[in-house]
């Protein structure tokens, strides 16, 4: 079942609120928090990777060849293209010489026990060598330290978010880093990792209103 919540207070997107898990000293967090803060509406011309996650979706949907991707390369804005041209190479060689089949992913949302909604939803439905996995891309792991502990509360709230429709069963919920490209895979929810999960919560949310 899909949860609608009205005006949440704080809305985020999962892409956002990774960036902020990652952050390894409490002043790069309060600086995160207060950047996504005062970061004005959404608009697909700020978004920098809007072109890149569509495309991988076009792909498959219209099942093209996955190397096609390198032909965004000549439709983005120069400014663009080596940041596009490493994340699409990581992209292929995740997905090369795997038997991948695409799933849409449905819409989620988390919501905490106090203000905050985070838009949920994976980009990236596949089947590999027929195991179902939602996939999160992450693009910022170059200069952020990303490793499985500061990933971990991300893919719990992955697994524990409200969806608007059924998704495979035994599907593994996943963030993909593009810099790096290591897939880091959730497993069975761990009482310990909800708890970790609310901690950071909360600190989201203390900073947000302080």
Not at 138 to 145: D, H, L, V
Request: charged letters at 30%; aromatic letters at 12%.
């Amino acid at each position: 079942m899909f949860f609608f919540f009205d005006n949440p207070k704080i809305s985020v997107g999962l892409t956002q609120f990774i960036d902020f898990t990652v952050k390894q000293t409490m002043l790069s967090k309060m600086n995160a928090v207060n950047k996504i803060k005062n970061q004005g509406e959404y608009h697909p011309a700020k978004d920098h990777w809007k072109q890149l996650r569509d495309r991988i979706k076009l792909c498959y949907e219209k099942n093209l060849p996955i190397d096609s991707l390198d032909s965004l390369l000549l439709e983005v804005h120069e400014k663009k293209v080596d940041s596009y041209s490493q994340a699409i190479k990581s992209f292929k060689k995740f997905v090369r010489n795997k038997d991948t089949q695409w799933f849409t992913p449905p819409k989620a949302i988390w919501k905490s026990d106090g203000e905050l909604v985070v838009r949920a939803t994976a980009e990236v439905g596949l089947y590999i060598d027929g195991k179902p996995y939602l996939i999160k891309l992450f693009f910022k792991g170059a200069t952020e330290k990303i490793t499985e502990r500061n990933i971990k509360p991300i893919l719990t709230l992955m697994s524990e978010a409200s969806y608007e429709k059924p998704y495979p069963p035994d599907t593994a919920f996943c963030v993909f880093n593009t810099k790096t490209g290591k897939l880091h895979i959730g497993t069975q929810i761990d009482p310990e990792l909800s708890k970790a999960l609310r901690y950071e919560i909360k600190i989201f949310e203390d900073i947000w209103n302080d």
